[in-house]
Each structure stands twice: as structure tokens, then as C-alpha cells.
């Protein structure tokens, strides 16, 4: 997570991301959960424990404007993506391979050029913040998970595509 000068706040995933913005961003709070083999490999990112937990996590994942996510496995959008999209949150990403449905780059989403690209990353954050594009993204993917990814139109989707 990093905090701006101007109060927003980006969740990051990935190390080499961390530790990018945790050298370019002064102010970042970015890490890994410190547990024994985190605490082996990369001592220099590790979470303040007392900000780990699920409830912590979910209020600074509720104060946070700009989400920034990998993609999944095999090539799917990770589910850290579908988290912030039902929050509302604007989204940084890895390269998405395969197609969503009505989910668009530069409205829904902006996308690095490769999974290590994190040098791309302020650039990102930057067109985001300017002009507050972020909250016109957040609010694309509001109304976008509401119709996707929902529960109840989620099933409804799935049933649609079932009977033709």
C-alpha cells in the first residue's frame, strides 16, 4: 500500500513492485506478511504484523483508491483484481491474456507492459491520479462488478450461457 501526498492510497502485490515503490515512494507501507520464510528471503519488506490482520486489512483496503494486482494463474486476472473491482477501487495490472467481457483498458483498468515492468508503475499511478481519473475508473468498475461479478449476476451469467 502507498499513501499519496494527496490521501490516496495503492495496495501492491508482488515483491519486485514492493520494493519499487518502497524505494521510490518514501511514504509506502508495502510488504510481505512476516512469517518464517519471508523473514529468510526478504527481511528488508516485511509487514508490521499488527497491520496483517483480516480486519486491518479490510479497512485499509476500504480507505485505498488505486489497486494494483499480478494476474492469476494459468494466465487468468488474479483475484485480487475482482476484490478491488468490488470495492470500486481503480486498477494496476499485469498483462491481462485472455478476454473479459466489457472490461477496458484505460476504463476499467491500465495494464503494465510485462509481469516485470514494475518500472512502469509510477507512470500508471500517475495517469490515474491526474485529474482524479481514478475515481471515474472506480466507479467503471463498481458498475462493472455489480453486473459481473455479483452473485446474483454472476449465476444469472452462468445459467444464460448454460441454455444456449
Avoid: C
Avoid at 32 to 57: E, H, M
Avoid at 64 to 76: E, R
Avoid at 123 to 152: C, F, M, R, T
Amino acid at each position: 500500500m502507498y499513501s499519496f501526498d494527496k490521501g490516496n492510497t495503492i495496495f501492491v502485490f508482488g515483491r519486485p513492485k514492493r520494493l519499487y515503490l518502497k524505494k521510490n515512494f518514501k511514504n509506502a507501507t508495502v510488504g510481505l506478511f512476516p512469517d518464517g520464510l519471508s523473514t529468510k528471503l526478504a527481511p528488508d519488506i516485511l509487514l508490521d504484523v499488527k497491520k496483517t490482520s483480516l480486519k486491518r486489512y479490510f479497512e485499509i483496503l476500504r480507505q485505498s483508491d488505486i489497486g494494483i494486482a499480478d494476474d492469476g494463474l494459468k494466465d487468468t486476472p488474479g483475484w485480487k483484481i475482482g476484490e478491488y473491482l468490488l470495492r470500486g477501487k481503480a486498477v494496476v495490472t499485469t498483462p491481462l491474456n485472455i478476454v473479459v467481457e466489457n472490461f477496458q483498458e484505460h476504463t476499467n483498468y491500465e495494464y503494465l507492459s510485462s509481469r516485470s515492468s514494475y518500472i512502469e508503475l509510477p507512470d500508471k499511478i500517475e495517469y490515474l491520479l491526474n485529474d482524479k481519473k481514478y475515481l471515474e475508473v472506480g466507479h467503471n468498475n463498481l458498475q462493472w462488478s455489480a453486473e459481473y461479478l455479483h452473485p446474483k449476476n454472476y449465476i444469472k451469467r452462468i445459467l444464460a450461457v448454460t441454455k444456449k
